[in-house]
């Protein structure tokens, strides 16, 4: 099958929004999203950034926050329209209703899967579960190791932290770091 190429691009980043996101060292803009309120999701090649509206009127935007694929656990949508983000650390999910997606989407879920090397759902203490995961760093490169328990479990729970640590040494094997 051959593809014909149409000419047609997704759109890109409203300049007020792009001149708030830092750019150095290869981040490129990939796809952004809005809520309508003022908030806009931008999908860079290294960081997920949080682009909020300006104090005043006619303010330039904000960079809230601009955080690694490493760090995006999962996205989520709601039925009503509300793109849910979680994290691997502890920080509070994100909430978003975007009012026009675009390709945010489909970008988010390729992101947080290119920084993905290597992942396993074991089982841990009695009764829980923890995904381990080797993830890259894709503005280094860098090869790093995560845990992610389950609902409900806790590192303090009988056997939970020797398994999370053996299913980590595991997947941390499998992939040549130790």
Known sequence: MRLRWTGLRAPTVPADVA?????????KL????T??????????RHRLHVVG???GEGAAPVLRS???????DAGLWSEDGVLRITWVDDEPPLRVALTEPGMFPETLRE????SVVLAETIEVGRKGTA?????R???????????????????SDPGVADDVQAGIDRVREQVGLD
């Open 137 to 155: 760093d894709l503005a280094t490169n860098a090869l790093l190791s995560q845990a992610v328990l389950g609902r409900g479990v806790r590192i």
């Open 53 to 55: 509206a300006g104090k």
């Open 30 to 33: 990939l796809a952004w999203a």
């Open 66 to 72: 601009a955080r690694p694929w490493h760090l995006v």
């Open 19 to 27: 001149a708030a996101v830092d750019t150095s060292g290869g981040e």
């Open 111 to 114: 992101r947080v899967q290119a």
């Open 131 to 135: 995904k381990v995961v080797v993830r």
């Open 35 to 44: 809520d309508g309120l003022g908030t806009t999701l931008v999908a860079g």
